[in-house]
């Protein structure tokens, strides 16, 4: 059996839970820290952990804290009505003083630069937003921040959003105002702005509708699960090469490219298995893939180099990587 050399290098790391707190309705924050209190990785906004949770769980969660301190990381966990475990575990179960063991940082939702910004949030997508607004705060540029959640109680940070100077901040929970009124702040296209959106699905669907008509790469998004959209091709078979051992591997389908290259004994680095968090991440040298994920850009898509084998497949007979 053969083993890549994209092997596993995102090692996880044992980090103490240093503070509990309730944020919001069903929301609770954990602040993780170094177990000998030394200086945690640097990260930048949009950027998140993986956490691994008892029963084989592995989930990401968006860091919310202050970029610039080094001491320690922030979390927020929106409590799951439908939980598999993750949510449920941490709610119930995960108390100061325990470790848990984490990778990252990682960040497929970096901030680009822009004259000005505007921000749309749902519920638990405030985190990856809360400290972007904190960056472009700092910046100088004009921003707005549109937030929405069921009612004021559910919404996490509100009083840190409203402390942070400059901005422009809509706190809008749909049981006082209705859901957010999106033809308002993105009906008119603007060359100059960079919207960055993160919620519940139907949220950033509507979002993404009302951005059509904008600028192509104004739109940046975080999805917490895969959107649901038609697979051109995702029955076909295709051949799948590997550039550095030349081995050639079929896949058929009803498997993914992920399950055929683990197969063949390639351990490559994943955690969602949905197209949402990027970890799979592989170099494309030839063919044309399909796009099935909700991570890469479009300048990345349409670049034919990278592919995220947990989902996405190929259009052309042949697709080689660089494995």
Known sequence: ???????????????????????????????LRALDGSALPAWTPGAHIEVDLPGGFVRQYSLCGAADDSTRWRIAVLREAASRG?????????EPGDVLSVRG???????????????????????PILPMARHVARSGKPWTLVYGGRTLASMAFVDELRNIPAGDVRVIPQDEYGLLDLDYFLGTPRTDTAV???????????VEVRCAAWPVGALHLERFAPKEVPRSSVDG????????????????????????????GYDIDNSCRAGICGTCEL???DGIPEHNDDVLSDAERASNRVILPCVSRSKSAVLVIDL
């Open 196 to 206: 960055y959106c993160c919620g519940p699905g139907s949220l950033i669907d509507a």
């Open 1 to 31: 059996m053969q083993v890549s050399s994209k092997a596993r290098t995102a090692v996880a790391e044992p980090l103490t839970v240093s503070s509990v707190r309730r944020e919001a309705d069903g929301v609770l924050a954990l602040e």
């Open 237 to 264: 078979e295709f051949d799948v090469q590997l550039a550095r051992s030349g081995e050639c591997l079929r896949v058929p389908g009803d498997r993914t490219l992920l399950e055929v290259l683990e197969d063949a």
């Open 86 to 94: 993750g949510s449920k575990f941490i709610h119930d179960s995960v």
């Open 105 to 127: 940082p990682r960040n497929n939702f970096g901030i680009v630069d822009a004259d000005r910004y505007l921000f749309v949030a749902g519920g638990i997508g405030i985190t």
């Open 283 to 285: 170099a494309v040298a």
